[in-house]
């Protein structure tokens, strides 16, 4: 009985050693990350949707670091205004890279020799948690001028992991996903010649992932939905404090989904949830409640929703790939477009912002 009276004891000793010395390394890791920037308390979950490096996406190979861009460096020339863009599939694309918003974005942001590179660093079924990892470990380490995240508004409202509640526990994590290494995938693996038609989702799946986002687009949000919002709003306040501390400018384009839209989509949408919810639902009401934060916390924002929808009702043209909710190859165009309008003023007042202070 003594014997095992002993073994409670010593093992009632030992866990509250084991205890006190994780209570030591959370004060230390606190005290740490308050004084300098780690990068190791950030997770890299984001590796299982890096691309293979230089595998082959239709006629474009992935650069080596796993990204559908070409390959990036860590050295910038004097002169060069840097932006690294972030983001999900949206980034990635359905489209071939020469048709990518960024890529066109970028050709039209050089057009008067203005001497500017954008990487891009979207990946595939990623969100604010990601985004804010991408930063910390990717972003950073090229020394950009502007941290560009493109925040899709179908799918980026997302939960805040148990783990980032502790430091420890993210340093756990973080040595986890660098064992574990990136999964390198390839969404269009074998396929050589884009057509609009390959990329078609089944009716049940595509109509019905539509009618899910109804709690997203209700004016009286469930618990569950608001906690999901400000959760949000936590990671865009870390990436805004790390871009602070690394003196990058972080800028947030604010990026449509299909339904806000598409009136056939919205339609069978209406036709999918309760009749006494149609007159709840406003398609805008996460934007304007998106802006009035971002404006709220300093983040310089831009929203290219209205200009879509804009587009779409002055025209025939439809942007966006036959039920799949990725943008076709024009609206990659119009994208680009959009996106030019707001950013070159930005990218103006940045660069002559950082040409005064050098003065």
């Given amino acids: 009985m003594n014997r095992i009276k002993n073994i409670f004891v010593s093992a009632g000793k030992a866990l509250a050693v084991i205890i006190a010395a994780l ?212 990671y865009l306040r870390e990436i805004r404090d790390i871009c602070r501390r690394k003196g990058i400018s972080l800028v947030v384009a604010v990026i449509p989904d299909e339904l806000q839209m598409n009136k056939e989509l919205q339609g069978e949408f209406f036709r999918r949830i309760p009749e006494n919810m149609h007159g709840d639902v406003d398609f805008l009401y996460p934007n304007r409640l998106l802006n009035g934060d971002l404006e709220k916390m300093g983040i310089t924002h831009f929203d290219i929703t209205d200009d879509f929808i804009r587009a779409a009702e002055s025209s025939n043209r439809y942007f966006f790939l036959k039920k799949n909710y990725h943008w076709n190859i024009d609206g990659n165009r119009v994208a680009a477009e959009f996106m030019f309008k707001h950013l070159e003023p930005i990218i103006k007042e940045i660069r002559g912002r950082k040409g005064s202070q050098n003065r």
């Avoid at 489209?95 to 066109?104: E, G, K």
């Avoid at 799918?155 to 783990?163: A, E, M, P, S």
């Avoid at 980032?164 to 969404?187: F, N």
């Fill in 23 to 234: 209570i030591l390394l959370e004060g230390l890791l606190f005290a740490l990350s308050k004084i300098a920037f780690c990068p190791f308390l950030y997770d890299a979950r984001y590796y299982r949707y890096l691309g293979r490096p230089h595998g082959l996406e239709y006629d474009f190979r992935i650069n080596g670091r796993g990204f559908k861009d070409r390959e990036f460096s860590d050295e910038k020339r004097q002169g060069v205004f840097r932006i690294v863009a972030t983001g999900d599939s949206t980034l990635w694309g359905v489209v071939p890279r020469q048709h990518n918003f960024l890529t066109i974005l970028e050709q039209m942001l050089n057009r008067d020799g203005a001497e500017l590179e954008l990487y891009n660093m979207g990946l595939p079924a990623i969100g604010p948690h990601d985004y804010r990892a991408i930063l910390a470990h990717e972003a950073v380490r090229v020394d950009p001028d502007m941290f560009l995240l493109c925040f899709y508004i179908g799918d980026d409202f997302g939960t805040r992991k148990l783990y980032t509640y502790s430091r420890v526990a993210s340093l756990v994590r973080y040595i986890m996903d660098l064992i574990k290494g990136p999964r390198k995938i390839l969404p269009h693996e074998g396929v050589r010649v884009f057509r609009e038609d390959l990329f078609q989702i089944e009716d049940g799946l595509y109509y019905g992932y539509a009618a899910k986002k109804a709690r997203l687009y209700r004016r009286h949000r469930s618990e569950r939905v608001v906690h999901d919002y400000h959760t949000t709003l936590w």
